[in-house]
């Protein structure tokens, strides 16, 4: 029996290629289009606007979607996360926050299974690097969401597994498919990389610049070498002046993701360190509080030591934020589920 056609992760012109490869039209494939994108369905039956031949035929030659959930996890605050199973059985974690309000609804999405760069306080570190995700894979992470929830995701981050930067091309085929088919707009899409220098070059020479967030977590070269291998192939001397070459080259300021890990990393000392190599780059820093698993020895930051580390941040004339702590109750730092899951199975 041949395969089916799937066809979610196809823009509107590989739409249009499969209905004139069925002997429909450019309207029929903007129907689908619309059905897929927009109003989230998960079967050709739902899609009402088309005639129940029309339907009939799709369901024979096609599916809108490979993906399943394999496992889901709902926070007391609203934060939801999902394990998503793959065609070929690997699964990735994506989850799904809500600010403010219903209307902010960020997805957190993965770019690889697992991951070669091997931080120290990451529980996808533990994975190990298995391979990278298709446009198609990642794209369907927030169709996922759109499905389950029936709401309409308005941000994506790409701070769940992997090191988006080491899969650049199909990460900026699904920005655009994101930003084209899902109508999000570029500032709401941010790249988090740890730091992959030629590849952050490649991004400030493009036309279109998603939002660029560093995971800096350290100050100082021998201290992020011990929590960050990806160190020692691009230090900090070199990041610097890539960073504030970006900032000034596209306009946009940069986020620093600081993740705060009691007695290593959240001294006062630390933090005006950071004040210091962050003067005069364009950007914003995000506190992050760690997340204890049980996979090492890290430990939560005391709360004064947080508020101070802010404190003398600002007062070097940064905007700073501390990320509010999201799924506390699940296993919601990235690779935590995955992680389980595979100790579970
Ligand atoms: S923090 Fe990001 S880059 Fe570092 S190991 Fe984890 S997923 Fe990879």
């Avoid at 035929?57 to 496992?71: P, R, S, Y």
């Avoid at 996922?144 to 199909?170: A, C, H, W, Y």
């Avoid at 930003?179 to 730091?195: A, E, L």
Wanted: charged share 25%; hydrophobic share 35%; aromatic share 6%.
């Amino acid at each position: 029996m041949e395969e089916k056609e799937i066809l979610s992760g196809k823009n509107l012109d590989e739409l249009k290629a499969f209905t004139k490869s069925i002997g429909e039209s450019d309207f029929r494939a903007r129907q689908i289009h619309n059905w897929i994108y927009l109003k989230s369905v998960s079967d050709f039956e739902q899609m009402t606007d088309l005639s129940k031949k029309t339907r009939e035929k799709l369901a024979e030659i096609a599916v809108i979607t490979d993906v399943k959930i394999k496992n889901k996890q709902v926070s007391h605050d609203g934060t939801i996360k999902y394990l998503i199973e793959y065609a070929d059985g690997n699964c990735v974690e994506t989850v799904l926050m809500r600010f403010d309000n219903r209307a902010n609804l960020t997805a957190c999405v993965s770019s690889q299974v697992g991951c070669a760069c091997g931080c120290k306080f990451c529980a996808t570190a533990k994975l190990g690097f298995v391979r990278n995700l298709t446009t198609r894979e990642i794209v369907e992470q927030i169709l996922t969401i759109q499905r389950d929830t029936g709401l309409k995701v308005s941000n994506v981050v790409f701070m769940g597994q992997g090191e988006p930067l080491l899969n650049l091309d199909n990460v900026l085929s699904a920005i655009e498919i994101l930003n084209k088919n899902f109508q999000i707009g570029i500032r709401r899409i941010t790249v988090s990389t740890c730091g992959i220098i030629p590849q952050i070059k490649k991004l400030a020479a493009m036309d279109f610049q998603p939002t660029l967030a560093i995971s800096l977590h350290a100050p100082e070269h021998e201290l992020r070498t011990e929590l960050m291998p990806v160190e020692k192939k691009y230090p900090l001397s070199e990041l610097m002046p890539v960073l504030k070459n970006y900032a000034e080259d596209t306009g946009r300021r940069i986020t620093i993701e600081y993740t705060l890990i009691r007695d290593c990393n959240d001294s006062v000392e630390c933090a005006k360190k950071l004040a210091l190599l962050l003067a005069g780059i364009k950007s914003n820093i995000n506190l992050i509080i760690y997340n204890p698993n049980d996979k090492d020895n890290f430990q939560k930051p005391e709360k004064q030591t947080v508020q101070k580390f802010k404190y003398i941040l600002e007062q070097s004339g940064k905007k700073v934020t501390i990320r509010l702590e999201r799924g506390a109750d699940i296993d919601a730092a990235c690779g935590q589920l995955s992680n389980k899951y595979r100790n579970d199975s």
